[in-house]
């Protein structure tokens, strides 16, 4: 049973345009969701976080949509940059429960030069 | 701040081996996860550890893998014996107090089961 699912493994953009990376979930009590980063041979990174209370979370580049209706959230990179080259992790978790978290397939971004 | 540190980097056993991993989270950090990362696949908790204490070990296989965190600060991973289908990358994470936080990642350890 996958709870988090993200259906496109890959995405290729071209440097400066935006990045939309997309994650959808099954699981009604998620209320807390993050997105991770990971370069090759390396743990993953954090990257952005969005609690239910809210639709959309900004850092710099990189903002965070919520629609809890949909149970849908996605990842928008504006610009893209080269170096933002790697594999996406979308992740939930519930704190209801011990924090544990439910990590989507991952999606590879190639950003072009 | 130092991170989340995990020792081997890299692994080859053969099948039926014994192997351990260790990590030391961030400091002051209560909480502490193994997960399983198959390629291809996102990462799989298998145990989490409040201090010295067990919370969710729910998809950790007993027969064969084991993992103790003695003094609630470095913990270690162990899979006796070891099959082909265990080669995967084994993370460990830490965070602060565990629910509802951001957990940090170490870099993994590569393990290759032939």
Same mark, same amino acid.
């Given at each position: 049973?996958?709870?988090?699912?993200?259906?496109? !493994?890959?995405?290729?953009?071209?440097?400066?345009?935006?990045?939309?990376?997309?994650?959808?979930?099954?699981?009604?009590?998620?209320?807390?969701?993050?997105?991770?980063?990971?370069?090759?041979?390396?743990? !993953?990174?954090?990257?952005?976080?969005?609690?239910?209370?809210?639709?959309?979370?900004?850092?710099?580049?990189?903002?965070?949509?919520?629609?809890?209706?949909?149970?849908?959230?996605?990842?928008?990179?504006? !610009?893209?940059?080269?170096?933002?080259?790697?594999?996406?992790?979308?992740?939930?978790?519930?704190?209801?429960?011990?924090?544990?978290?439910?990590?989507?397939?991952?999606?590879?971004?190639?950003?072009? !030069? | 701040?130092?991170?989340?540190? +995990?020792?081997?980097?890299?692994?080859?056993?053969?099948?039926? +081996?014994? &192997?351990?991993?260790?990590?030391?989270?961030?400091?002051?950090?209560?909480?502490?996860?193994?997960?399983? +990362?198959?390629?291809?696949?996102?990462?799989?908790? %298998?145990?989490?550890?409040?201090?010295?204490?067990?919370?969710?070990?729910? +998809?950790?296989?007993?027969?064969?893998?084991?993992?103790?965190?003695?003094?609630? &600060?470095?913990?270690?991973?162990?899979?006796?014996?070891?099959?082909?289908?265990?080669?995967?990358?084994?993370?460990?994470?830490?965070?602060?107090?565990?629910?509802?936080?951001?957990?940090?990642?170490?870099?993994?350890?590569? %393990?290759?089961?032939?």
């Amino acid at each position: 049973d996958q709870q988090v699912k993200q259906n496109s !493994p890959s995405l290729s953009v071209q440097e400066g345009r935006i990045s939309i990376l997309n994650c959808d979930y099954t699981n009604s009590m998620f209320d807390y969701f993050l997105w991770y980063k990971k370069y090759p041979a390396e743990g !993953p990174t954090f990257l952005i976080s969005i609690s239910s209370i809210k639709d959309k979370n900004e850092d710099g580049r990189f903002t965070v949509f919520l629609n809890k209706s949909a149970k849908h959230l996605s990842l928008h990179i504006v !610009p893209s940059q080269p170096g933002d080259s790697a594999v996406y992790f979308c992740a939930a978790t519930s704190s209801g429960n011990t924090g544990k978290l439910i990590f989507g397939q991952g999606t590879t971004l190639q950003v072009k !030069p | 701040e130092a991170g989340v540190a +995990q020792s081997p980097r890299y692994k080859i056993i053969e099948k039926r +081996q014994s &192997v351990a991993f260790w990590c030391n989270p961030i400091s002051g950090h209560a909480t502490l996860y193994w997960y399983q +990362q198959i390629l291809g696949q996102g990462p799989k908790l %298998l145990i989490q550890f409040q201090n010295n204490g067990v919370v969710d070990d729910s +998809q950790l296989p007993k027969d064969r893998f084991s993992a103790e965190r003695l003094k609630g &600060v470095d913990s270690t991973l162990k899979i006796q014996p070891a099959k082909l289908e265990d080669s995967a990358v084994y993370l460990c994470a830490s965070s602060f107090r565990g629910r509802g936080e951001t957990q940090y990642f170490g870099p993994g350890t590569r %393990l290759l089961v032939l």
